[in-house]
């Protein structure tokens, strides 16, 4: 099974930050690998599929970057809607898996 | 607008068996992949399951294989999960999602339905 290992586990962060989280698969997944964003209580969003592409809807402060085993999520100037908790999902592998998920908090 | 509703979830004793739905509106649900996913109070994200347009393909997480049955009925445009022999650890909000293009994220989500194993 592929294991995918975010890091952070939690941060905390200003208003107007530029925010990186980093995934780590435990193999090579090409650019299968998507980041999700999930607030308290709500249901996880598409944020960027296929490792750098925006999903339709999501603000442009939201980039995704990387192949092979090493992806990163970019949020360039920090929102207060964007205090949630963060994942990431391979489907390279016929058995999917989520990170263990990065938690950005207000500073 | 494209919306899943989940179904079913409730208390349920360790050895027990429920089964889920997922009613999907303002789309056609044969048209898609679909999928289950987990998630633990407080903990993250679990991939459990999903299954293809006409039901030849499906895949389980080893953590459930054998115990969740997936399985969908096109024409009532819903999706089920059966689970059987529940364990304490199933104890977790079930979410029901669509599957999309050809890198096969999920971009459409239930709002999870509650089960709980306890005695």
């Known amino acids: 099974d592929i294991q995918l290992t975010q890091s952070p586990s939690s941060l905390s962060a200003s208003v107007g930050d530029r925010v990186t989280i980093t995934c780590r698969a435990s193999?090579?997944?090409?650019?299968?690998l998507h980041w999700y964003q999930q607030k308290p209580g709500k249901a996880p969003n598409l944020l960027i599929f296929?490792?750098?592409r925006l999903q339709s809807g999501v603000p442009s402060r939201f980039s995704g970057s990387g192949s092979g085993t090493d992806f990163t999520l970019t949020i360039t100037s920090l929102q207060p809607e964007d205090f949630a908790t963060y994942y990431c999902?391979?489907?390279?592998?016929?058995?999917?898996?989520f990170g263990q998920g990065t938690n950005v908090e207000i500073k | 607008q494209e919306q899943l509703v989940e179904s079913g979830g409730g208390l349920v004793k360790p050895g027990g068996s429920l089964r889920l739905s997922c009613a999907a509106s303002?789309?056609?649900?044969?048209?898609?992949?679909m999928g289950w996913i987990r998630q633990a109070p407080g903990k993250g994200l679990e991939w459990l399951s999903y299954?293809?347009?006409?039901?030849?393909?499906?895949y389980y997480a080893d953590s459930v294989k054998g115990r969740l049955t997936i399985s969908r009925d096109n024409a009532e445009n819903s999706l089920y999960l059966q689970m059987n022999s529940l364990r304490v650890e199933d104890t977790a909000v079930y979410y029901c999602?669509?599957?999309?293009?050809?890198?096969?994220?999920?971009?459409?989500w239930g709002q999870g339905t509650m089960v709980t194993v306890s005695s």
């Open positions: 999902q391979q489907s390279f592998s016929t058995l999917y898996s």
């Open positions: 299954i293809s347009l006409s039901s030849s393909i499906i």
């Open positions: 303002g789309f056609t649900l044969s048209n898609y992949y």
């Open positions: 296929a490792a750098s």
């Open positions: 193999q090579s997944i090409s650019t299968y």
């Open positions: 999602a669509r599957r999309w293009g050809s890198d096969d994220s999920f971009d459409l």
